[in-house]
Structure formats: structure tokens, C-alpha cells
């Protein structure tokens, strides 16, 4: 069964960090490159990094390269995927999923994770 869980969202000053973490249930997901997305209120749902099934490559969204790192663990039960968050700006304020790297229509997503920067 494919289940997607983020955690890790909350208030956070401008300047701060936050650590989101993705357990991603399915055995599809590890061998897929997979990637953390964002979507701003009235905007839509962007890609701010990805990475390689291995963890070996990983790709950043000009915004946030320098500021944002994503790692994974593949583990037999489930792909553990996290996204360290440094130098959060007003600008990063977003609900954060997990999901493939290439996103098919018939993919479930979870419900995501909502960061707030603000002072």
C-alpha cells in the first residue's frame, strides 16, 4: 500500500531551520528518484529538490540551492526522506510533500507539512 507521511513543519523565525522528514510506504519508491515539493497559498505546487534512488544526485530549485539539503535511507520497510531547511525566508513559507520525482496521475500524495517563517 502506497502512503506518503511528512512531519516536521511548524513556526519558525526568518534566518531559522527546520528538518522535515517523509516516510514513503510502497516498494516502488525505492527505486524511484524521488523529490520534496512546495506550494505557496494562490501558487502552484513547485519542485524545490530531488534525488536519485541511489541518494547519489541530487538537483535544487535556484531559490533554495546553498540553503536546503535533501537525503534519503532506503530501508526495507519504507524510504525515510528528509529535507534539512537552513536561512528560512518569508519566501519558504509553504505546505511541504514527499512524492516521485516524476509524478504519474494516478499518484497518491500525503498531507503534506506546513512551514510558516514569519517574525
Known amino acids: 500500500q502506497v502512503q506518503l507521511v511528512e512531519t516536521g513543519g511548524g513556526l519558525v523565525q526568518p534566518g531559522g531551520s527546520l528538518r522535515l522528514s517523509c516516510a514513503a510506504s510502497?516498494?516502488?519508491?525505492?527505486?524511484?528518484?524521488m523529490a520534496w515539493y512546495r506550494q505557496a497559498p494562490g501558487k502552484q505546487r513547485e519542485s524545490v529538490a530531488s534525488?536519485?534512488?541511489?541518494?547519489?544526485?541530487?538537483?535544487?530549485t535556484d531559490s533554495v540551492k546553498g540553503r536546503f539539503t535533501i537525503t534519503r535511507n532506503n530501508r526495507a520497510e519504507r524510504v525515510m526522506m528528509y529535507l534539512q531547511m537552513n536561512s528560512l525566508n518569508p519566501e519558504d513559507t509553504a505546505v511541504y510533500s514527499c512524492?516521485?520525482?516524476?509524478?504519474?496521475?494516478?499518484?497518491?500524495w500525503g498531507q503534506g507539512t506546513q512551514v510558516t517563517v514569519s517574525s
Open positions: 510502497g516498494s516502488s519508491f525505492r527505486v524511484n528518484d
Open positions: 512524492n516521485n520525482k516524476t509524478i504519474s496521475t494516478n499518484d497518491a
Open positions: 534525488i536519485s534512488s541511489t541518494g547519489r544526485t541530487t538537483t535544487y
